[in-house]
């Protein structure tokens, strides 16, 4: 099983700020089998990056994906008031299905 | 677009099973793979099967085999997840998500509302 641990666990920024969360794995992923998600309470989680840098629809252009082999990293370029929430990476490579054990993005 | 509608929150006793639904519109199922992930209260994402198209069969995390089974109804484009000999520690919220595995990239979206099953005595 490959196991991605993200880092921060916890990340304490401003709006504005710009934030770079990343995902290390075990084991090598194939770049088209690496997904970042977010979370807000109460809500289930929304695709912001396949594919390792692919932007989902609709997902604004201050969200990144970048990284190979076993690191990657989402970068949020200018923090906005709604982007604080838990972020996740998620790779489908490699049965099981693993997710990290996320990033909780918070307003300091 | 694919829209996924999960059925309402659920109260089991330990030892019990669990089936929960989830209505698929905008698409029919049967183009469709699903897969389920829980996420247990102030926990993270846990994937725990779904179809997986290069098989061509439903796949189970090692950790639910043997107490956990994926069906279709493809009359009704309805998935489901049932959850059997349930424990306390399976409190969780449960949701449905469309695995969508092309050369762009695979990803789960998109997801269900969630149901949230509660196991208690």
């Known amino acids: 099983e490959i196991v991605l641990t993200q880092s921060p666990g916890t990340l304490s920024l401003s709006p504005g700020e710009r934030a770079t969360l990343s995902c290390r794995a075990s084991?090598?992923?194939?770049?088209?089998?690496l997904a970042w998600y977010q979370q807000k309470p109460g809500q289930a989680p929304r695709l912001l990056i396949y594919?390792?840098?692919s932007r989902a629809i609709g997902i604004p252009d201050r969200f990144s994906g970048s990284g190979s082999g076993t690191d990657f990293t989402l970068t949020i370029s200018r923090l906005e008031p709604e982007d604080f929430a838990v972020y996740y990476c998620?790779?489908?490579?490699?049965?099981?299905?693993?997710f990290g054990q996320g990033t909780k993005l918070e307003i300091k | 677009q694919v829209q996924m509608v999960q059925s309402g929150a659920e109260v089991k006793k330990p030892g019990a099973s669990v089936k929960v639904s989830c209505k698929v519109s905008?698409?029919?199922?049967?183009?469709?793979?699903m897969h389920w992930v829980r996420q247990a209260p102030g926990k993270g994402l846990e994937w725990m099967g779904g179809?997986?198209?290069?098989?061509?069969?439903?796949i189970y995390a090692q950790k639910f085999q043997g107490r956990l089974s994926m069906t279709e109804d493809t009359s009704t484009d309805t998935a489901y997840m049932e959850l059997s000999s349930l424990r306390s520690e399976d409190t969780a919220v449960y949701y449905c998500?469309?695995?969508?595995?092309?050369?762009?990239?695979?990803?789960?979206?998109?997801w269900g509302q969630g149901t949230l099953v509660s196991v208690s005595s």
């Open positions: 998500a469309r695995y969508y595995d092309v050369l762009s990239g695979s990803r789960f979206d998109p």
């Open positions: 905008g698409y029919t199922l049967t183009g469709l793979s």
């Open positions: 179809f997986d198209p290069e098989e061509g069969e439903t």
């Open positions: 084991q090598s992923v194939r770049s088209s089998y």
């Open positions: 594919g390792a840098s």
């Open positions: 998620q790779q489908s490579g490699t049965s099981p299905h693993t």
